[in-house]
């Protein structure tokens, strides 16, 4: 069930600031991966933007990504495709689903950070629209619920996407998101989807006690190492296997603490503690 080659570090997660990224940041992310024996990675458009903007070519970006010997395994994330209107709901998306295809990459992730998603039902017109964009380049696009969004539990991620109805639909588990959902984690709704529709695990573990008034903050800032903090990991896994699940294993550790020792040690702390979770 855990194929080395399906374990992905969200590279993202190594920043101090995951809202900046230099070109000496993009490559040192993509050494501290590979020297952690990751194989391959979850690429931040966000991050690949940045490090262009910041004098990075193209090619020598791109070079970088197989020199370190990484496949890219998702893109994230588009995040205006519950806006109200189709021209809108696909604004950027395309260029993700480019920049996903250019790397052979199967999945981009969607996200709903806030409150703008009208309705599920609402919510599932535009969700189609994208999947059906997002077929034209072979890949799948899951959606990642939430707590404190519009989108903000597995039922309702599952809603959408089972009303919308797609082939290339599909959900990504994020375990802190699992674990924080409202009512916590929902193993019934889980094992009601097909384990084809679980596209990718976000693998990272929460305190017991929520850390502050800002969910948003502390999952950016003081998510745990998995195997460290409440995430039942077990019955999770149990689960997945039970309904045939094969997703992506994406560790994702936004922690302030573990990354002031730096990307490689960050990099390998968060392997060893996936492996043991995992295995």
């Given at each position: 069930m855990f194929q080395d080659e399906r374990i992905i570090l969200c590279t993202a997660t190594l920043q101090s600031d995951p809202m900046q990224c230099s070109a000496e940041d993009f490559l040192g992310q993509l050494?501290?991966?590979?020297?952690?024996?990751?194989?391959?990675?979850?690429?931040?458009?966000?991050?690949?933007?940045?490090?262009?903007g910041?004098?990075?070519?193209?090619?020598?970006?791109?070079?970088?990504?197989?020199?370190?010997?990484?496949?890219?395994?998702?893109v994230e994330?588009?995040?205006?495709?519950?806006?109200?209107?189709?021209?809108?709901?696909?604004?950027?998306?395309?260029?993700?689903?480019?920049?996903?295809?250019?790397?052979?990459?199967?999945?981009?992730?969607a996200v709903c950070l806030g409150d703008e998603m009208e309705s599920v039902k609402a919510g599932a017109a535009r969700y189609?629209?994208?999947?059906r964009a997002a077929a034209d380049f072979g890949v799948a696009v899951p959606i990642e619920f939430l707590p404190w969004g519009a989108i903000p539990s597995i039922e309702t991620a599952w809603q959408?996407?089972?009303?919308?109805?797609?082939?290339?639909?599909?959900i990504l588990i994020d375990t802190w998101h699992w674990q924080r959902q409202p009512g916590g984690p929902d193993h019934e709704q889980l094992r009601q989807i097909p384990g084809e529709m679980i596209r990718a695990?976000?693998?990272?573990?929460?305190?017991?006690?929520?850390?502050?008034?800002?969910?948003?903050?502390?999952?950016?800032?003081?998510?745990?190492?998995?195997?460290?903090g409440a995430v039942d990991f077990p019955p999770l896994l149990s689960d997945l296997a039970d309904i045939g699940a094969n997703p992506l294993w994406a560790p994702e550790v936004f922690s302030q603490k573990l990354?002031?020792?730096g990307p490689r040690a960050m990099a390998e702390a968060i392997r060893e503690a996936t492996l043991e979770v995992l295995q």
């Open positions: 050494e501290a991966a590979a020297g952690a024996e990751f194989a391959g990675i979850s690429l931040w458009q966000l991050h690949w933007m940045l490090a262009l910041d004098g990075l070519a193209e090619q020598k970006a791109r070079d970088a990504v197989d020199e370190a010997g990484l496949s890219v395994g998702m994330a588009i995040m205006p495709w519950v806006a109200p209107d189709d021209a809108k709901a696909l604004e950027g998306a395309v260029g993700a689903f480019e920049l996903a295809a250019s790397f052979e990459a199967k999945n981009v992730l189609r629209e994208v999947c959408i996407v089972e009303t919308a109805d797609q082939e290339n639909g599909g695990v976000q693998l990272c573990d929460a305190s017991h006690e929520a850390q502050g008034d800002d969910p948003m903050t502390e999952c950016m800032t003081a998510r745990l190492l998995p195997g460290e990354s002031s020792q």
